[in-house]
């Protein structure tokens, strides 16, 4: 199995701040990653979608980069809206998620 | 708009069986591959099992075969998945997830991320 290590697992971060998320892939996944925001007691929301590929309705603050094993989420101006857990997910063989990321008002 | 409607809550016993569904709307429900994914509380999201709407073919994380079976309802846009055995350790909040559409040649990988996802079922495995 593809293992997914996103770090840091908690971010504390302020409104307004710039946010990078990290996403590692134990084997080269090409661009086959995805990034999902989920919220407390709610289904997670795609985000992104081929590593870089914006999702229809996604606010144009949320950007990914990355190809082969190394990946990030960028979200520039962090919104109150947009404290939430993050998961990126490896679909290059079935699916794999990384074990989230938490982002937590300083 | 695209609609997945899951059933609700369950509590079940140890070595018991549970079978959940997700009706669809809002979409032609053969053209889109579908999924069953869970989250147990606190952890982290795992995939189980996808589904071939057009001709019920199936695929499943290795850790769930020969447990868990997914199939489909083509007359209702219906999905279900039943999982056997259960164990304390299955207690988790179970989505329904609608994949992107993929082509052909691409499917065997672009049907595996995650476009649309249900509200989620909670099942309770407790004696």
């Known amino acids: 199995d593809i293992q997914m290590t996103q770090s840091p697992s908690t971010l504390s971060t302020s409104v307004g701040d710039r946010v990078t998320i990290t996403c590692r892939a134990s084997q080269t996944i090409s661009s086959w990653l995805a990034w999902y925001q989920q919220k407390p007691g709610k289904a997670p929301k795609l985000l992104i979608s081929?590593?870089?590929t914006l999702e229809s309705g996604v606010p144009s603050r949320f950007s990914g980069s990355g190809s082969g094993t190394e990946f990030t989420l960028t979200i520039n101006s962090l919104q109150p809206d947009d404290f939430a857990t993050y998961y990126c997910?490896?679909?290059?063989?079935?699916?794999?998620f990384g074990q989230g990321t938490r982002l937590e008002i300083k | 708009q695209v609609q997945l409607l899951q059933s609700g809550a369950e509590v079940k016993k140890p070595g018991a069986s549970v079978k959940l569904s997700c009706k669809t709307s809002?979409?032609?429900?053969?053209?889109?591959?579908m999924h069953w994914l869970r989250q147990a509380p606190g952890q982290g999201l795992e995939w189980m099992a996808i589904?071939?709407?057009?001709?019920?073919?199936?695929a499943y994380a290795q850790k769930f075969q020969g447990r868990v079976t997914m199939t489909r309802d083509t007359s209702t846009g219906t999905v279900y998945m039943e999982v056997a055995s259960l164990r304390s350790g299955d207690t988790a909040m179970y989505y329904c997830?609608?994949?992107?559409?993929?082509?052909?040649?691409?499917?065997?990988?672009?049907?595996?991320?995650?476009?649309?996802w249900g509200q989620g079922t909670l099942v309770t495995v407790s004696s």
């Open positions: 809002g979409y032609t429900f053969t053209k889109y591959y």
């Open positions: 589904i071939n709407p057009t001709d019920g073919g199936t």
């Open positions: 997910q490896q679909y290059y063989t079935y699916s794999t």
């Open positions: 081929e590593a870089s």
């Open positions: 997830a609608r994949s992107a559409y993929c082509s052909e040649s691409t499917c065997h990988i672009t049907a595996y991320f995650f476009q649309h």
